[in-house]
């Protein structure tokens, strides 16, 4: 029995060692909590986590089970498992609890899976942690009614995967305190024109279209960005704009507002925007790439109708292949679907403190 003991502790003591030498990188996030890379994921301290939400924990080193409790609500679990048990329930985790440099630490995952259902913020607790430049979002779902949009092997059509993602992303866009304007939020049929005409009569800051891909090339599969190329005609664009559009510019600025001014002004608010859609973009494929098991295509340039006629940064997004026997499996998951809309939003949130903190430097 002595034996055994003295082998368990060496086996423990060896464990701990590795995790030591295994190289970790360490970068503290925005809220002050610490994230750990490795095996793949990213993974918080357990006991920072519970003091950051006012949840009490206890570790049993000799069962290696953690119990947090929080007024009405246990949760448990144990290191190099990925079980928890919530409220009595079973859950699972993608990867499991861990053991690093002394303390237990959970996949980042955790949190928006387990904590944040049971222990949801206050809009007061937002606002104050997540300070937002972007007040307003246009969400423009694909496809819809007569137009299903492409079509995977198994039947599932493009315009339903489109709008789920919409009204998940919307949700999570709508508790992180910002508004949103939905193109559609049933299976109906609107024009490319209806679409650019809510959004620019809304008001909002940005325009994310969703779409699901296709390619003859059935082992094409991943997830990309597009914004407004630089191969479209801009000069076209702001004549059109110039013409239909009113600047709402003080006349005392100017003795006379001319065609050519005004075409002036709306070729640099392009310009402008295109800029802002290829870091909307790139933030979002970032959060993409941290949150999704599947190949980041990137950011690319495309003169989609939406994107033209957008009178703000706009980007539209391809979150994955229907064609791809693998990708349609995964767009069927609605947990995937629910991974996807997370990252749309981690990524338009980012862009939003970027802006702010560049701004509160200036």
Same mark, same amino acid.
């Given at each position: ?12 003591? !060896? ?5 030591? &030498? ?26 920072? &986590? ?7 924990? @206890?570790? @049993? ?54 904590? @944040? ?30 137009? %299903? ?10 315009k339903y ?10 949700? !999570? ?18 024009? &490319?024109?209806?679409?650019? @005409? +809510? ?65 002036? &002004?709306?070729? !640099? ?11 909307i973009a ?13 190949? +980041? ?15 703000? %940064? ?9 064609s791809n ?23 338009? +949130?980012?862009?939003?403190?970027? +802006? ?7």
């Amino acid at each position: 029995m002595q034996k055994s003991l003295k082998i368990f502790l060496y086996c423990h003591l !060896l464990f701990v060692i590795c995790y030591f &030498l295994s190289g970790c990188a360490s970068i503290p996030n925005t809220g002050g909590l610490p994230v750990y890379s490795f095996n793949g994921t990213s993974y918080v301290p357990l006991d920072k &986590l519970c003091q950051q939400s006012g949840i009490s924990w @206890d570790y @049993d080193t000799l069962t290696r089970t953690v119990t947090l409790t929080k007024g009405v609500h246990k949760i448990e679990l144990m290191t190099g498992e990925t079980l928890v048990l919530v409220d009595g329930s079973l859950q699972h985790l993608k990867h499991s609890v861990d053991f690093y440099q002394g303390e237990v630490v959970v996949p980042y995952k955790f949190k928006e899976q387990v904590l @944040d259902p049971l222990f949801p913020v206050t809009a007061v607790e937002k606002a104050v942690v997540i300070p937002l430049k972007i007040k307003k979002v246009v969400i423009d779902s694909g496809h819809g009614g007569y137009d %299903p949009g492409t079509t995977g092997k198994s039947g599932i059509r493009e315009k339903y995967v489109n709008l789920d993602i919409a009204k998940r992303l919307e949700k !999570l866009l709508r508790n992180a305190g910002i508004e949103v304007v939905l193109t559609r939020s049933s299976d109906k049929f609107i024009s &490319l024109q209806q679409r650019v @005409d +809510i959004a620019n009569n809304s008001g909002a800051d940005i325009f994310i279209s969703v779409h699901s891909n296709a390619n003859r090339v059935r082992s094409l599969k991943g997830f990309e960005a597009y914004y407004i190329s630089f191969g479209t005609d801009d000069i076209g664009r702001a004549v059109s704009a110039a013409k239909h559009a009113d600047l709402n510019i003080e006349r005392s600025y100017f003795y006379r507002e001319t065609p050519e001014l005004k075409v002036t &002004l709306w070729d !640099l608010i392009y310009s402008g925007n295109r800029a802002e859609s290829v870091r909307i973009a790139e933030d979002i494929c970032r959060a993409a790439d941290r949150q999704l098991e599947t190949k +980041i295509l990137g950011v690319k340039g495309a003169g989609y109708y939406v994107l033209k006629g957008c009178h703000m %940064p706009a980007v539209l997004i391809e979150v994955g292949f229907l064609s791809n026997d693998k990708e349609e499996h995964l767009l069927k998951n609605t947990y995937y679907r629910q991974e996807i809309a997370e990252a749309i939003a981690q990524g338009i +949130i980012n862009y939003s403190r970027e +802006i702010t903190a560049a701004e509160a430097t200036n």
